[in-house]
């Protein structure tokens, strides 16, 4: 398959680190940061998932900077105190009082499954909270447990509505897992935008120019200047593009509608903050939290016609899929998870790449922390 044949190439400049170690380093140095251990390890293993399925924006690379700047800065807390505000049967609330958003939706994933177990269906929202990195690691938390699971997040605003070009929504992940008779669930995890931030970053870690029509400025032009825009996002001067892309005639709308059902879900059940309240800084220009909403919703399919049942039409549904005729020049047809699947096995045996200006934070961390590692990438 040309897509694994040409994996490692991709890599090329990376040091790869195993899977036990990276997992351990990140939860060391959030434990070193602040975090409680019990929630180090959660979100050691939200981001250490992110590194395996092979999504390189959301995992190392969120640790420093977002992650551990943002409590260095005094804007994110580090011990995350979850308040149940309702609890109602099927569905709850909860405010996770500007602490640590692995850890929220975790704790709220694991209630929704609670939820679904007895009623066939628990949904859970939370308030308040932070950035809780990639969405498919809580949707999957129900796959595991034998059922569907759906959830979505808000964040810092992004994307610019169709037929406007200033950054109103956040890149609203709407992420669903769907269990099936194969090695792996179906999951689809993906931002609402036709890429998101932390792509643009991995394009500047590794010196490349964006592609057309990921990013837009105020004149309605695309940018491809990826460094620029990254600071650009910030102050607003950029917008990125929902998917389907710019205008109307490749269906850009219904992207934007998307990020937009996020946004409502991710703020309105809950009486949370949406939009420009997430910009994380005030009037003055002085950063401040970024009070982030989540939902979380889980299935049981033994509520409706069976686990079984499930598996075998899903799975069904994905081979037929993979079966149908190829486009020339190509060579497979994926379905939604099967790529981080494949990573994984890759990953399992040689690594995770971890990219030279990566490296170097993991020093700069490993020092500051006085953490016992050392590198082989060091001695080049
Ligand atoms: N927490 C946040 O605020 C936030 C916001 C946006 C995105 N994210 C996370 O960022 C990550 C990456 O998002 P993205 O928008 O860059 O995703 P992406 O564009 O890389 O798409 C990934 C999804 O598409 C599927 N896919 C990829 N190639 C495919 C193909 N050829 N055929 C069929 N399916 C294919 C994958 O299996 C996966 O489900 C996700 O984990 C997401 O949750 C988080
Ligand atoms: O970075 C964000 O604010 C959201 C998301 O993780 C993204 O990469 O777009």
């Known amino acids: 398959m040309k897509y694994m044949d040409e994996y490692a190439e991709h890599y090329k400049d990376c040091a790869w680190v195993g899977f036990e170690e990276l997992e351990k380093f990140m ?3 959030l434990i070193h940061a602040g975090v409680p251990a019990p929630d180090a390890k959660i979100i050691g293993d939200v981001l250490i998932e992110s590194d395996k399925r092979g999504i390189d924006s959301h995992g190392i690379g969120r640790l420093k900077p977002i992650y551990i700047d943002r409590i260095d800065m005094g804007i994110m807390n580090p011990v995350t105190e979850i308040e149940v505000i309702k609890d109602k049967d099927a569905t709850a609330v909860l405010d996770a009082h500007n602490g640590m958003g692995h850890v929220a939706g975790y704790k709220a994933m694991e209630m929704a499954i609670e939820k679904a177990k007895k009623y066939g269906l628990g949904m859970v929202v939370v308030r308040n909270s932070n950035h809780y990195g990639i969405a498919g690691y809580f949707a999957t ?7 569907l699971g759906i959830t979505g997040t808000n964040a810092r605003p992004s994307i610019a509505p169709t037929n406007g070009v200033e950054n109103m929504l956040g890149t609203n992940p709407l992420t669903f897992g769907l269990p099936t008779d194969e090695e792996f669930p179906f999951v689809l995890d993906c931002a609402t935008s036709v890429t998101q931030r932390g792509k643009i970053e991995v394009y500047g870690r590794a010196g490349k120019a964006l592609p057309a ?14 460094q620029q825009v990254l600071e650009d996002l910030t102050t607003g001067k950029a917008a990125l593009t929902p998917l ?6 490749t269906g850009g709308y219904k992207g934007f509608g998307y990020a937009t059902v996020v946004e409502i879900l991710s703020a309105a059940l809950q009486d949370g903050a949406w939009m420009k309240a997430l910009n994380g800084f005030d009037d003055e220009h002085k950063a401040i939290p970024y009070p982030l909403g989540h939902f979380f919703i889980a299935i049981d399919p033994e509520h409706f016609m069976g686990l079984d049942t499930f598996k075998r039409i899903a799975g069904s549904i994905c081979r037929e899929l993979r079966a149908s005729k190829l486009a020339p020049g190509e060579d497979y047809i994926f379905t939604a998870g099967e790529k981080e699947y494949l990573s994984y096995q890759f990953r399992k045996e040689h690594g995770c790449p971890v990219p030279p200006s990566l490296q170097k934070v993991m020093v700069t961390l490993r020092d500051r922390f006085k953490m016992n590692y050392s590198w082989d990438f060091e001695k080049k």
């Open 213 to 226: 029509g990921w990013v837009l400025d105020h004149e309605g032009k695309t940018r491809t200047d990826t």
């Open 141 to 147: 938390m129900a796959t595991k447990a034998g059922m």
């Open 27 to 29: 939860e060391e140095a």
């Open 244 to 249: 389907g892309g710019i205008g109307e005639v």
